[in-house]
């Protein structure tokens, strides 16, 4: 007969199969569920050496009440026969012996997987936490207090000794493993003993249950007080960190540093062993009544010969094992509610980290058209945008602003009047919440944003100061690209940065940090310089949208006038936006654009600008006869 092998016959079950499955992760998950899928994916030898581990310390302490037994029982049959232990009684002390072996070997086992397991669901954890925070599309939510929070608290999970989601492979499964022995215990007990083993049971699993009311409860007061703990590390670092310590010092403000720190100390305490713990107190009373009740009973029905030895011995084993397994189980209660409260706490920050993904990736005009390697061609135009930061005021107001392709384009205005806005919306770190920005007549929103940002370079106010290498610190403008050391040189040369690395304890390979052996800290400026020399070398490598904002804001008079004078052999070509209050850079850029409450009130060349007579002319004036009252020359109108 022949066998049907069409695709729909192939396909129903395997669609059933699907639909099964996606029917099973639809089901709402308990943390511990959940934690279990997590460690599954983290790893699947780990993850089965646990469970095998788990089951082995379950079982292993069970066959020790029935071996013992067994054990008294031959050697109670020898005493009433007086006859000579055989070798079965060896046999039987041998399987205590490895009953015993059996029991250390599964602990070992289970402590050393369970480590493992959670050693990589913590590392796969912190990956996925970096990586939402890293690729979402913006950086709006990352601005939002509440998002912050999260993230913060997510990032510290990891860095806790105590109530790491990871360590939930050890505390559960030493959980189920002392429930087990419970469970285990009972029913052993229960074949001699009914009452006493449903007596044991029920006190065993209230006390198990009221310990983990009660872990719960501290572990709620821990997260009561993670905020206040987060600022005394706030206030501590604030008193003990080189930046902070020159200011607390200069300003005497380490009293009232103290003070705070006692008092949000105070505050974090509160609520800390004010209440006592009555119901667990309570069920632990019921389960020693239960033990020691049904110790005096096994004993005394031995003694008066109601109960063999060998029954006397199994049920007191029983009664002990059950103890252990309580004991294991709340043992581990306080750290596994931390840990199931980190855990939900992670992913709700991670949650938030990744709320700003597109929903799509891009609509693929992007590179579909162009490809990202030459936009723009025409012009960068912002369209009647505005922009509010949330929980604040309009940062831009109806902006309208041509960026001309291969040109530049000087932004100035008073502080806070929307010029670091304008940029961060155009490396599209936000949204406009209203209007467009377009490239080449395209809408920026509908770009992937990664693939624009390969287009582009930029120097920010508070550029990013790496711990790193010399060379890491500049190669990371193209980190793909971090072994072309002369374009690394040229770059550096260019920013005017070179001779310092030079004269660097290792040249190129220094750590730029002095908390790093063989590590030296710069200046300054010299630091505005190596974030310029990075952007360079993105341009080296095909950025071609310069961003500057106040590039020569650190920079002594003669490296400003150097940057002055290669201002425009430096953007050459390239589609320059440039932020400065020093109008000494600013005018020689091709076009300036004047800003003032988020708008564009004056836009045109310096020459332009200067005839027009308006707020840039009296700025620039205010600032050329400072320069001139100070003697400096080339800061003059025309
Ligand atoms: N992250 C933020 N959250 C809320 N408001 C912000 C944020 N950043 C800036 N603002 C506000 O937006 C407005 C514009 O700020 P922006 O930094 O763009 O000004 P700027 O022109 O670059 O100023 P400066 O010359 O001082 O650098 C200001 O009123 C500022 O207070």
């Not at 380490?254 to 100390?265: H, I, K, M």
């Not at 922009?387 to 005021?393: A, E, N």
């Not at 990371?476 to 971090?482: D, I, N, S, T």
Request: with cysteine.
């Amino acid at each position: 007969m022949e066998l049907d092998r069409s695709p729909m016959t192939l396909a129903r079950p395997r669609s059933r199969l699907a639909s099964l499955r996606n029917a099973w992760r639809s089901l709402p998950r308990s943390s511990h569920v959940r934690f279990a899928r997590l460690a599954l994916r983290a790893s699947r030898t780990w993850f089965a050496a646990t469970l095998l581990a788990t089951l082995l310390a379950a079982t292993t302490p069970l066959a020790t009440p029935m071996v013992t037994g067994a054990l008294i029982g031959e050697v109670s049959a020898w005493q009433a026969s007086a006859a000579t232990p055989g070798s079965t009684a060896l046999w039987w002390a041998a399987a205590i012996g490895a009953c015993l072996l059996l029991q250390w070997l599964a602990a070992s086992l289970l402590r050393v997987a369970a480590a493992a397991l959670g050693e990589r669901v913590d590392t796969m954890l912190q990956r996925g936490l970096m990586k939402a925070v890293m690729t979402s599309d913006g950086i709006e939510h990352l601005e939002d207090p509440a998002t912050i929070d999260l993230i913060s608290v997510g990032r510290e999970t990891f860095r806790s000794s105590w109530g790491r989601p990871g360590q939930l492979a050890a505390t559960l499964s030493g959980m189920v493993a002392g429930r087990a022995m419970m469970i285990g215990a009972s029913l052993i007990l229960a074949r001699f003993q009914m009452p006493l083993a449903v007596a044991l049971l029920a006190a065993a699993l209230w006390t198990a249950r009221e310990e983990k009311v009660a872990s719960r409860q501290e572990a709620a007061h821990h997260y009561g007080s993670t905020e206040l703990s987060r600022r005394m590390d706030y206030l501590h670092e604030l008193g003990s960190t080189p930046p902070a310590s020159k200011e607390v010092r200069v300003f005497g403000l380490s009293g009232l540093l103290l003070d705070r720190f006692t008092s949000t100390w105070r505050r974090s305490m509160d609520g800390v062993l004010t209440s006592l713990p009555v119901r667990p107190l309570l069920a632990t009373t019921a389960l020693a009544t239960v033990v020691i009740g049904g110790l005096a009973w096994i004993v005394s029905a031995a003694v008066a010969g109601r109960l063999s030895p060998e029954a006397a011995a199994v049920q007191a084993q029983a009664l002990m094992v059950c103890l252990a397994g309580m004991r294991l189980s709340s043992w581990t209660g306080l750290q596994t509610e931390l840990a199931t409260a980190t855990l939900r706490r992670y992913e709700r920050a991670a949650e938030a980290a990744a709320a700003a993904r597109p929903a799509a990736r891009s609509d693929g005009r992007l590179p579909a058209r162009t490809g990202p390697d030459d936009l723009p061609r025409e012009a960068i135009r912002f369209e009647g945008v505005s922009f509010s930061y949330p929980g604040g005021g309009e940062a831009l107001r109806h902006l309208d602003l041509t960026v001309p392709a291969g040109r530049s384009l000087a932004v100035v205005g008073a502080n806070g009047a929307g010029k670091t806005t304008l940029i961060k919306l155009l490396c599209r770190m936000y949204r406009p919440s209203d209007g467009r920005i377009l490239v080449d007549g395209m809408d920026l929103a509908s770009f992937d944003p990664a693939a624009w940002r390969r287009r582009l370079a930029a120097v920010f106010q508070d550029s990013m100061r790496f711990p790193l290498t010399a060379r890491a610190n500049i190669a990371f403008g193209r980190p793909h690209l971090a072994s072309d050391q002369a374009g690394i040189e040229a770059a550096a040369v260019s920013a005017g940065i070179a001779d310092d690395v030079a004269g660097l304890p290792h040249g190129w390979d220094t750590p730029l940090s002095s908390e790093y052996a063989g590590g030296s800290d710069m200046s300054g400026g010299q630091w505005q310089k190596i974030a310029l020399a990075r952007a360079l070398f993105a341009v080296h490598h095909g950025a071609g949208v310069l961003i500057l904002d106040e590039p020569a804001a650190h920079l002594d008079a003669r490296s400003e006038a150097r940057l002055h004078d290669e201002f425009l052999a430096l953007t050459e070509g390239l589609t320059t936006v440039i932020i400065s209050h020093r109008f000494s850079t600013v005018r020689r850029a091709s076009s300036i654009a004047v800003l003032d409450e988020g708008r564009v009130v004056e836009q045109g060349s310096h020459d332009e600008l200067m005839a027009l007579d308006g707020a840039y002319a009296r700025m620039f004036l205010l600032q050329s006869a400072r320069f001139a009252d100070a003697g400096a020359p080339e800061v003059r109108s025309g």
